[in-house]
């Protein structure tokens, strides 16, 4: 039982100093940030860019086409709903290869 329970243990310790080595390491690189912004999470300020179709994004790099539907339960018909949107800009960096990183929050009503 204690030949087990040492074979297990060292079979554990093995497996757990190889794992690391096993997981493929991402290319992290510095960079430099252009542009930051902090993220609106006022609900009522959201509501009101997407009513006023303020977006932060040019609608040609849209590639999303927002569709929504209610369906009852049991019923074939649905009926489609009016989507909202707006694009938040939260952050423009530059990577040292020269490539440029934009991250966007988007919400939608």
């Not at 912004?37 to 590639?63: M, P």
């Not at 423009?92 to 966007?104: C, L, M, P, S």
């Amino acid at each position: 039982m204690k030949k087990i329970a040492v074979s297990l243990l060292m079979f554990m310790l093995v497996f757990t100093s190889f794992s690391g080595s096993i997981f493929a390491k991402e290319n992290f690189q510095k960079e430099k940030v252009i542009y930051q912004k902090t993220e609106i999470k006022d609900v009522n300020k959201l509501f009101e860019r997407a009513q006023k179709n303020i977006s932060d994004i040019d609608e040609s790099k849209k590639s999303l086409k927002l569709e929504a539907a209610l369906t009852k339960t049991g019923e074939n018909e649905s009926n489609n709903i009016d989507l909202k949107s707006t694009t938040q800009l939260l952050k423009v960096a530059e990577k040292e290869d020269g490539t440029t990183v934009e991250t966007y929050a988007m919400t939608v009503l």
